[in-house]
């Protein structure tokens, strides 16, 4: 337990660095810029730039976190391009929540729900489910997650849960009782705020009025509004003259990162930030434009990642548009670090990468430099070694600066020959508890720029760090790791902390010097004697991990051991190897072993996969328990794929596979089709281990998620095993599509079933909860003749009819791919159907568009009539075809005058049934009757409510949308919700800028284009 003493020194030494970090902000000013122009929305460059000063400090080895790939992939970033040491971005935070999902202990509830978010964004759901439930155990019945972190984390993560989604996985009485509980209602300066006894914390207030906006029933709760109310009240009190919004006393805030929670906040309760204006008429959107971006190309007072990262969201949430495929992201230098001899050379390279992964070589155009000319000249990239020393070697071109190292050392390689001065021991543990560094002793030297200074003795241990350029001494960063909210860097001396910054504090001979990323300020950080024990613990030398790894390595290739035996001998070892002890060469051999074991558990192994020829049909039996122990290997490869990334083994990324691949020989898929049959306790493995399972031929693979691959198991009882059939199916045997092209004869039959012990097939009764992705190769097809724009799967249905469903050319145009949940029999078709009498018409692309959907249909040979006026029951038909509703045939009509013969019965009964269309009264639908543009967007607005859109407007939500139409009062008060919802959405707009016409009849072109509104608007929620 803290001693009082300790705890007095604790907050003495806070005070001295907070000190002074406010006497130097506070004397700073914010650049005098141009006026803002109120209401400006084009934000496209800043987010560009933010987007692109995290790219460069990505890979300059800046580590990047679950919220910043967040943000960075809402911008539009493809992070699997974002490489450092030849490990993606992706790839890195792939690794980091399978290592939490193993062990999320010692986590942060923030950081695993930042994980969550991510995941989510990504579209992995699975992985989005399993890291909430984490988070649902680690809540106590008070409603905190008690992780030692208090409300700097609950408050973020219960916000981020929120945003992912998953906020029903937790108790949400209880989340609800501990946030309202946790504010300050104390009359004073502080009411309404979040915070500990250091005071009210602004980005916890922020995130605790948005976690409660999202609360099951909020709105109508009294006691969340009033909290929600009283806590945007107190951060409005923190506006500053220029606009800004953050804390300043007892010290200050980053403005950048206050003002940016506080736009987040604002648009999530529904307040324009351009209504907050200061004394002097500034907002926070003006800060934002004008206080915000650095001329370096960071943001904020901090410049580094984290305020990029809230920079990017504030201008995401403004408006900003996502920037172009062709947009550049970031300029590389290459290779990031060479070491030469003193008169030596080394060619650098200069890469523009582009969001699209596009790269182009600009190292002869690029303007070259090397920070520190006296220890190296470049000129187009070709670096010259003149003495020794370390050197930054960067390269400039269109607006982007990348850099490189570059170390000069004497012709024996020793470095440099000047006399050191003091040995002090040193060690430095990271953010995750791991050695960075030592504990070890090193040489610090009288010249050192630092001097002999606990600053200096951190520069003696050449791991990379940096130094705030606002506050001398203040260490923001220390190899990639950087500091974040109230967690960073911290230093002691003979395990005393001192209340001084880290470059006045002189060390002597022999002390004792560790730097640790703190995360809490309670936490004292290590003592000198067990880091010393820890290190003593390991029990392998460099020079016998070596031999231990070669033998595994043959092991792996002869066949002699398998994938699981391979990474539990690794991990056996990694647990003797302290990071201290992995030496280049030892790197270098688990990268080998690595690429080795990544190519074993990318496919079964052949003698897993019985194959035999049944009737030109290929028939896979899978092997139980070769599958099983493939499942189990890929899931300890994610593991092990963690703890070889903080030992900065290359391609350790390689080993995180969130799938099963079964491969089919490539002479047998050459047939008309092939069945792979599984065990069900291998099928089990997959569900239970939460990876997609995946069965490729050479010209067709398919992908089943988890969810689907159980729904497939629970189709029958006592299932022995699955199975997957994909057959050829020639044009001859089904019915085309009218006035589309079958492509390549891609027609593909897809059945999979759970198999009886008595030898029966049941399939789901239905749709998959995830989709399946099945991906179709056009190798040796003539594409050049094919519309891209037209080109899309569709599915048939069980009568006969087809149904679109879409799908995606890759970029070389060599495979299509889409999604599905359920079997059925597949087909890749362009549309080539067009209208003679719609060239020129302003609704020609819409109507293109759905009558490729099969949404509408001609009127007759090449005619749309786009002018013609709907009916009531054309509309019905219309609607229930975009939604993808199959037609239903009743026995007894559902209204009296749609009879069973008349043509739009079964459209009419399947619209009824589903809640879309009501009658007219008595019994009637008036299916002839001309529908009016009121009427239609109440079809419109019920599909709305059914998408879970809130339809429900108050009275002055209503007037307020329909306000600018001057015959809004025209609109039947039974339609009034209903049309201004519409127009809310974007689906229904006026004929005119003044008028809304809610009476007159809707053309077929008015419906098509509403209807394509409407889809975009749904986009999926349907």
């Known amino acids: 337990m803290m001693t009082l003493k300790k705890a007095f020194k604790r907050v003495l030494a806070f005070t001295a660095v907070f000190s002074l970090l406010a006497c130097l902000f506070l004397s700073s000013a914010l650049p005098n810029k141009a006026e803002a122009q109120a209401g400006t929305n084009d934000f496209g460059d800043l987010a560009t730039k933010a987007v692109q000063f995290n790219y460069q400090a990505f890979t300059s080895g800046t580590q990047l976190g679950a919220y910043d790939a967040c943000i960075l992939t809402l911008a539009g970033a493809d992070l699997s391009i974002w490489v450092y040491q030849d490990n993606s971005l992706k790839d890195a935070l792939l690794g980091s929540v399978y290592a939490t999902l193993q062990n999320p202990g010692p986590l942060p509830a923030k950081q695993i729900a930042h994980q969550c978010l991510a995941m989510s964004e990504w579209g992995y759901s699975d992985l989005a489910g399993q890291l909430a439930v984490i988070l649902k155990e680690k809540q106590g019945a008070d409603g905190s997650f008690n992780d030692g972190y208090g409300i700097y984390s609950d408050m973020p993560a219960y916000e981020a849960l929120a945003r992912a989604g998953k906020i029903g996985v937790v108790n949400t009485v209880y989340t609800r009782n501990y946030i309202l509980n946790s504010q300050c209602t104390t009359d004073g300066a502080t009411y309404g705020s979040w915070g500990s006894f250091w005071g009210p914390d602004f980005m916890s207030t922020a995130q605790a009025v948005r976690a409660l906006t999202w609360l099951p029933g909020a709105d109508s709760d009294q006691q969340i509004q009033t909290a929600i109310a009283n806590g945007v009240a107190w951060m409005r009190n923190q506006q500053q003259a220029d606009g800004s919004v953050y804390i300043t006393a007892p010290w200050p805030d980053d403005p950048l990162i206050d003002t940016a929670e506080t736009i987040h906040t604002l648009k999530t309760v529904g307040v324009d930030p351009l209504t907050w204006k200061s004394p002097q008429e500034k907002t926070p959107v003006e800060y934002m434009v004008y206080g915000a971006p650095n001329d370096d190309g960071s943001f904020g007072t901090l410049r580094n990642v984290t305020d990029a990262t809230w920079a990017l969201y504030a201008y995401l949430l403004l408006g900003s548009s996502v920037p172009t495929p062709s947009a550049p992201v970031g300029l590389s230098v290459i290779p990031a670090a060479a070491t030469i001899i003193a008169g030596g050379t080394q060619q650098y390279q200069a890469v523009v990468k582009f969001f699209n992964g596009a790269e182009s070589d600009v190292t002869t155009d690029a303007?070259?430099?090397?920070?520190?000319?006296?220890?190296?000249?470049?000129?187009?990239?070709?670096?010259?070694?003149?003495?020794?020393?370390?050197?930054?070697?960067?390269?400039?071109?269109?607006?982007?600066?990348?850099?490189?190292?570059?170390?000069?050392?004497?012709?024996?390689?020793?470095?440099?020959?000047?006399?050191y001065d003091i040995p002090v021991g040193v060690a430095v543990v990271g953010k995750s508890d791991e050695l960075l560094f030592g504990p070890a002793s090193v040489q610090v030297k009288k010249n050192n720029k630092w001097g002999i200074t606990a600053l200096g003795t951190l520069d003696a241990t050449d791991l990379p760090y940096t130094v705030s350029d606002l506050w001398t001494g203040f260490v923001t960063c220390i190899a990639g790791q950087c500091n974040e909210g109230t967690q960073g860097w911290m230093y002691s001396v003979n395990n005393e902390m001192p209340a001084t910054s880290a470059d006045e504090k002189p060390v002597h001979d022999n002390d004792k010097v560790i730097w640790w990323y703190s995360k809490s300020m309670i936490f004292e950080g290590p003592t000198w004697n067990e880091l010393v024990l820890r290190i003593a613990t390991g029990t392998v030398s460099p020079s016998e991990a070596l031999t231990t790894l070669e033998e595994v390595q043959s092991a792996l290739q002869d066949g002699s051991i398998d994938a699981g035996q391979g990474i539990n001998k690794l991990s056996e070892l990694l647990g003797k190897l302290e990071e201290g002890q992995v030496t280049g060469e030892l790197q270098r051999k688990l990268a080998e072993v690595v690429k080795t074991l990544a190519q074993i558990i990318a496919v079964l192994p052949g003698h897993a996969v019985n194959v035999q020829i049944k009737e030109e049909t290929v028939e896979a039996n899978i092997d139980g328990n070769a599958f099983k122990n493939q499942v189990n290997a890929v899931a300890k490869a994610a593991v092990l794929a963690t703890k070889l990334a903080k030992l900065g083994v290359v391609d350790a990324g390689m080993l995180a596979r969130d799938n099963v691949t079964v491969q089919l020989p490539t002479a047998t898929t050459q047939r008309k089709g092939f069945a792979v049959t599984l065990p069900s306790d291998a099928v089990q493995a997959v569900v239970e281990s939460a990876l997609n399972l995946v069965v490729q031929g050479d010209d067709i693979s398919i992908n089943l998620p988890p969810k689907a691959v159980k729904a497939i198991l629970q189709a029958a009882n006592n299932v022995s095993g699955m199975r997957l059939s994909i057959q050829k199916v020639t044009p001859e045997q089904i019915r085309l599509l009218e006035d589309a092209a079958i492509i390549g004869g891609k027609v593909l039959d897809i059945d999979i079933a759970a198999?009886?012990?008595?030898?029966?097939?049941?399939?789901?009764?239905?749709?998959?909860?995830?989709?399946?992705?099945?991906?179709?190769?056009?190798?040796?097809?003539?594409?050049?003749?094919?519309?891209?724009?037209?080109?899309?799967?569709?599915?048939?249905?069980?009568?006969?009819?087809?149904?679109?469903?879409?799908?995606?050319?890759?970029?070389?145009?060599?495979?299509?791919?889409?999604?599905?949940?359920?079997?059925?029999?597949?087909?890749?078709?362009?549309?080539?159907?067009?209208?003679?009498?719609?060239?020129?018409?302003?609704?020609?692309?819409?109507?293109?568009?759905?009558?490729?959907?099969?949404?509408?249909?001609?009127?007759?040979?090449?005619?749309?009539?786009?002018?013609?006026?709907?009916?009531?029951?054309?509309?019905a038909a219309f609607l229930i075809r975009s939604l993808g509703i199959e037609e239903q045939n009743p026995a007894k009509p559902v209204f009296r005058d749609v009879p069973p013969g008349y043509w739009g019965y079964k459209a009419i009964a399947a619209a009824f049934n589903e809640g879309v269309v009501t009658g007219v009264g008595e019994g009637d639908f008036a299916p002839e009757r001309k529908i009016t543009r009121e009427e239609m967007a109440a079809m419109v607005a019920r599909v709305l409510k059914r998408s879970a859109t809130d339809t429900d407007l108050t009275e002055t939500e209503k007037k307020e949308s329909l306000a600018k139409y001057t015959d809004s009062r025209q609109v039947s008060t039974w339609a009034r919700n209903a049309v201004a919802t519409c127009v809310n959405q974007g689906i229904l707009r006026g004929r005119s800028a003044t008028t809304i016409a809610p009476l007159g009849d809707v053309t077929r072109a008015e419906a098509v284009v509403t209807l394509a509104r409407f889809l975009r608007t749904t986009a999926g929620a349907v």
């Open 367 to 419: 303007a070259w430099a090397a920070a520190d000319s006296i220890v190296a000249s470049v000129n187009s990239g070709l670096a010259t070694g003149l003495e020794i020393g370390l050197a930054t070697v960067s390269a400039t071109y269109g607006g982007l600066t990348g850099t490189a190292t570059l170390t000069v050392t004497t012709s024996d390689g020793t470095g440099s020959e000047a006399t």
């Open 755 to 875: 198999v009886t012990l008595q030898g029966s097939k049941e399939k789901p009764k239905a749709n998959f909860e995830q989709k399946t992705a099945v991906t179709i190769s056009l190798e040796g097809l003539d594409m050049s003749k094919v519309n891209p724009a037209k080109l899309a799967v569709y599915r048939q249905r069980q009568g006969g009819s087809w149904e679109f469903l879409g799908g995606r050319l890759s970029p070389d145009g060599k495979e299509f791919s889409f999604e599905t949940e359920q079997t059925s029999v597949y087909a890749l078709m362009e549309f080539r159907k067009t209208f003679r009498d719609i060239k020129t018409h302003w609704a020609q692309k819409e109507i293109e568009s759905m009558a490729m959907r099969l949404t509408v249909k001609g009127v007759g040979g090449d005619t749309f009539a786009p002018d013609q006026r709907v009916t009531r029951a054309q509309f």
